[in-house]
């Protein structure tokens, strides 16, 4: 299988190249390769997420592939959160074809990551799973498909990633909003107790649970009256 890559290189200049030639160079921080476009046939809009991690926003082709951000921005293994800057193009014999990743990342350990996602939550099909990660291979990335569980979880995430702004991130609150909840209290209770301005004991609260510094039972309905606890201690 033949395998070229194009892409949007450091200075946003278009070209196509071999994913080997790629091998080592910040990939996921070059500018991205064409606006993402609703998917084929379908009345969904392009979403900008904006991403916690990387302070930019991410272009999303559906409320689902936004999700699906969601959850990556939240991921503590994220480093680097982006649209993509390439798409994989193959050939085989008289087949040919293209491979759109969803996202780009690296993690906290420096390792690149291309993400996949398909529409409606299915998985990617065989080819489009093999060229990528043929690609790969060649480039010194990871593939993945990047998720987006449904139900109360993704309800509850989707409520904290709300006071995911830098607006409502704030250290010394932070230290003592830890202090707080070293024991499980409810959200309102707890927050509302501390020596901070009016409303920020909450507001940085639902940041915390963001960053994953507070946690809750995450299966149930969050509410200000939710349990809330410092991550690591006991429920």
Sequence with gaps: MDLQVR???????????????????PVEKWPVLCEQRAYQGRKSKVRQWWSSTTKKEVSCRSLEHAYAAMFLDR????????????QVEWRKGERAGVVNPAFMARTTK??????????????????EWSVAQAAAAQAGWQVD????PGGQLRRN????????HDEFADASARAVLLEAFARPLPLSRGADAVDLPPG???ASS?????TQDLTTR??????????VWAAGAAA
């Design 218 to 227: 995450w299966e149930e309905p969050l509410t200000p009256d939710s349990l």
């Design 157 to 164: 995430v989707y409520i904290v990633s709300q006071f995911r």
């Design 110 to 127: 420096g390792q690149q990551m291309l993400y996949l996602h398909s529409p409606d939550g299915r998985e990617p099909d065989d080819q």
């Design 7 to 25: 892409y949007r290189d450091g200075m946003g200049r278009e070209r196509l190249g071999t994913p080997g030639a790629l091998r080592g160079l």
């Design 75 to 86: 991921d503590p293994c994220i480093v680097y959160l982006a649209a993509p800057s390439l």
């Design 206 to 210: 639902w940041n915390l649970l963001w």
């Design 145 to 148: 498909v990047a998720r987006a």
């Design 200 to 202: 920020q004991g909450r």
